[in-house]
Structure formats: C-alpha cells, structure tokens
C-alpha cells in the first residue's frame, strides 16, 4: 500500500476519485438504513459518486488549477471538495426525496415501514399489541430508541402508562423508567398524537 502512495499524481487521484464518494456513501448509509453494502461493489460506487462530485464542483476545481488563489481559499476549496460537498450530498439527496411531489413519483429508498416510522423521531403514545393479547401503552420521545435496519425491530419506550378498558392512557406506571419490547413479541402497533 506505501508503495502505492509514493506517487503524488496517485494520491491526488485517490483523493479526488476515491474519498469523496466514499464519504457520500458511508453518510447515506447512516441516513437511510438498510442491509450493509457489499465492499467491493462500494468501491466502484464510491469512484462513481467522486466522479458527480468532481462534475458538479468543477468551476471550483478550475478555479484552485488557475493559480490565482491565496493558500487560506485554495484549502478551504480542497476541504470543500473532498469533505464538506460530499457529507452535504446525502443530507440534500434524502430532503430532495422527502418533498411531496417527488415523494409521490420515486420509490422510497427506505426498506421498512418501521425505518420510515421512526426515522422522523417524533414523539408518540403508542400503544403495542402483543402476541399474547396484552396490550403495552407508553411515551415515545426523545429517550426512548427504535432499531433499524438491517437489525429486527425493537423498541424502548421512556415511560410505561396503565391503559383503561378501552385502551385510553390514564397514568404512567410509579416509578417507570421505561420497557424493552422484543420484535418477536410485537403483533402490531398503534400512534397517537403527542401534545
């Protein structure tokens, strides 16, 4: 691999065709769960986004090539090249996505419905169904978590509340910290607003 390096036109190559899509696609991979990418695939993923990347910032490109930079604004346009662009991208991408309209003609790259649940992480009353009829009501906030894919779904809820009869919250369980519910137990689940 030093040997590789040696080279500055190979590193200068690397950077440029490697890193940047390779930071595109470890981003998007923490914001749109799904199976992990096979790596040797990733690589010519990776060279392909870096190659977008060095399209769309190519008036910047020619701009540190021209020579007429100060040293501050030619590594600050590096850093926004190989970094800062790269880590935006899947930021843009997944908002791009969410708008309606578009949301309504492209196919939503989120596996589960349970990822698109609780990607948003808003708070809920939720009330889970068990496979053995019990009924589990409680708050989903800012301290309770939910897996993602490619893990199976568990759930903590931050607090426990007692459910009446007809399945209304009536008060939260004394000294509640919380509960652990396994996939495997979950029948289904239901959402109320949080006010």
């Known amino acids: 691999m030093e040997k590789f390096f040696e080279n500055e036109q190979v590193l200068a190559l690397f950077l440029v065709f490697f890193v940047p899509g390779f930071l595109s696609l470890k981003v998007y991979d923490l ?36 020579g007429s930079l100060p040293a501050f ?7 926004m090249i190989l970094v800062a662009c790269p880590i935006a991208w899947p930021f843009a991408l997944v908002r791009f ?56 779904p568990e759930m903590f809820l931050e607090q426990v509340w007692r459910l009446d009869e007809n399945g209304a919250f009536v008060e939260p369980i004394d000294s509640t910290k919380g509960i652990l519910i396994l996939g495997e137990e979950m029948l289904a689940l239901e959402f109320f607003e949080y006010d």
Not at 73 to 79: C, G, K
């Open 97 to 152: 996505l969410q708008i309606a309209e578009v949301a309504k003609r492209v196919v939503n790259p989120t596996p589960r419905a349970w990822d698109c649940v609780f990607g948003g992480r808003e708070p809920d009353w939720i009330i889970v169904h068990l496979k053995d009829q019990r009924r589990i009501g409680g708050l989903y906030s800012s301290k309770s978590f939910s897996s993602s894919s490619p893990a199976g």
């Open 31 to 66: 914001l749109v769960p799904g199976e992990r990418r096979d790596s040797s695939r990733a690589a010519f993923d990776a060279v392909a986004y870096s190659a977008l990347n060095f399209g769309v910032l190519l008036p910047l490109i020619a701009l540190m090539r021209s």
């Open 73 to 79: 604004w030619w590594y600050a346009f590096a850093f």
